[in-house]
């Protein structure tokens, strides 16, 4: 007998269905398949709303398909795409890695940061560090390519770009509102409330060692709605912690 769905697979079945519907909205033009699309709407709704009182949350449902309508475009504009994020793995000349605690959460992670319209993933990359650090850096390779709904780290479609950097100068400065402080640590030596390390600091310095690091990314699961087990090692450690 299978397991009961997890949150994180309400979550993901119903953005799924939403972004479908509202794709489908920004393409058609028949009065009868908008309404279907609408009636999807509201199914993925009832879903998210299923997964968010999982940890405690309520809202209203109907409020939330408004908010999803509200965000339908047509033709291209329209197609619901996930969201992008960038992330940077520094090191510098003594083999630490760079990380900076986030001003909301206090939660301590590399680099990362929305992609911005007008600039390469690399570029954002390197604007992000100096944004939120004070360091200057150059790309050096991609390390990973993540779907961060599949991992948990998000309740929104999301995919991550991590990049490999090398510090090139600068000195550290937290940005003012984003982050509460920065600092260049070592391994082995992470701080407290450094967001789960076990999934990604053997891979961050042993680039930083300028190590052979294969570029890790979601490998496909069969079938892709029911997922996997052992696709991946650390959605183990993730299954543990629910």
């Known amino acids: 007998m299978s397991p ?20 489908g909205l920004g393409f058609t033009e028949s ?28 809202f209203d449902v109907d409020t939330l398909v408004n908010d999803w309508l509200g965000t339908v475009g047509q033709g291209v504009p329209g197609y619901v795409t996930p969201k992008v994020t960038v992330a940077a793995v520094v090191g510098n000349e003594a083999g630490e890695l760079l990380l900076v605690q986030r001003a909301d959460s206090e939660v301590w992670l590399y680099p990362t940061g929305w992609a911005d319209v007008g600039y390469s993933p690399a570029e954002v990359v390197v604007k992000e560090v100096q944004e939120e650090t004070g360091i200057e850096c150059e790309v050096v390779r991609p390390i990973a390519i993540l779907d961060g709904m599949r991992l948990g780290f998000t309740g929104i479609p999301l995919y991550s770009l991590v990049f490999h950097c090398r510090m090139t100068g600068g000195e550290l400065q937290a940005h003012p509102l984003e982050c509460a402080d920065v600092g260049f640590f070592a391994e082995g030596h992470l701080p407290a409330k450094t967001a789960l390390p076990e999934q990604w600091a053997q891979e961050a310095f042993a680039a930083i060692r300028e190590e052979e690091v294969e570029v890790r990314f979601d490998a496909p699961r069969d079938p892709f709605w029911e997922g996997q087990e052992n696709v991946l090692s650390f959605l183990e450690t993730l299954d543990e912690k629910d």
């Not at 279907?36 to 949350?57: C, F, K, N, T």
């Open 31 to 58: 009065l009868y398949e908008k309404e279907r699309y609408e009636e999807i709407l509201h199914v993925a709704a009832d879903i998210r709303h299923r997964a968010d009182q999982l940890s405690g949350h309520d």
């Open 4 to 23: 009961a769905p997890s949150q994180r697979d309400l979550l993901r079945w119903a953005e799924a269905l939403a972004g479908t519907a509202r794709t």
